[in-house]
């Protein structure tokens, strides 16, 4: 082994406490971003950190070390816009919902719903209106989409913390639904689910302040 392979640390589940322990997802990310090593690191968006750790942590070992290469991409994604929540977890919870078991189901349409309200208040659209890649999933699971609608027009007392409390839950439940669901290669789903968690994140990173234009200075002689 030589010392570039005992500097890099190999993609594993859960925390670690050095890199000769191995690395998660979002260790790597803060060990090449330089900061203090950490699961949570400040250069990421905490929920799409959050889906990078789930998606780590449910993939098996096999197919790991294929996120590797994605680690470079999560560094400095650290939009403030309100829609990143919101919307980070609409794609997420669009890749589980048809899927899933059906209990998970239920979960992941109420918390879709929530944050479709959210968007809608955002964008200032009617509360009901639902972005077309929702709406599609939300009307593959009729049973559930029925059931959270109606759960979701209860009058409550107060409603949970949708960045701090639902959506990191709803993005959890998704991404351990895909990996326990009936279906074909959930390493590639859970894999293409990562890279659209990005995506969205990236859309919404304001654009870096263009450089100072620097006026020639330009010399007379007498």
Not at 9 to 33: D, Q
Not at 191 to 203: K, V
Request: with cysteine.
């Amino acid at each position: 082994m030589n010392n570039l392979e005992l500097a890099v640390p190999v993609l594993s589940r859960g925390k670690h406490r050095s890199p000769r322990k191995g690395a998660c997802f979002m260790e790597f990310a803060s060990y090449l971003a330089g900061e203090p090593w950490s699961d949570h690191p400040a250069c990421t968006h905490p929920l799409l950190a959050g889906v990078a750790r789930d998606v780590n942590d449910c993939t098996t070992d096999a197919g790991r070390s294929r996120l590797a290469p994605l680690i470079p991409s999560v560094i400095g994604l650290i939009p403030d816009d309100l829609h990143v929540v919101p919307r980070v977890t609409a794609r997420c919870i669009q890749h589980a919902l048809p899927v899933v078991s059906q209990e998970r189901q239920y979960i992941l349409a109420v918390a879709l719903l929530v944050g479709e309200r959210q968007l809608a208040v955002l964008d200032g659209r009617p509360p009901d209106d639902i972005e077309p890649d929702s709406l599609a999933v939300l009307e593959a699971v009729p049973s559930a989409t029925k059931w959270a609608r109606s759960f979701t027009s209860r009058a409550r007392r107060a409603s949970p913390d949708f960045a701090r409390r639902t959506a990191p839950r709803a993005v959890s439940c998704a991404v351990e639904g895909i990996s326990q669901a009936c279906v074909p290669n959930p390493d590639d789903r859970l894999y293409q689910l990562l890279l659209d968690a990005i995506a969205e994140t990236r859309s919404w990173q304001p654009a870096p302040a263009p450089e100072p234009v620097v006026p020639e200075v330009v010399r007379f002689t007498v």
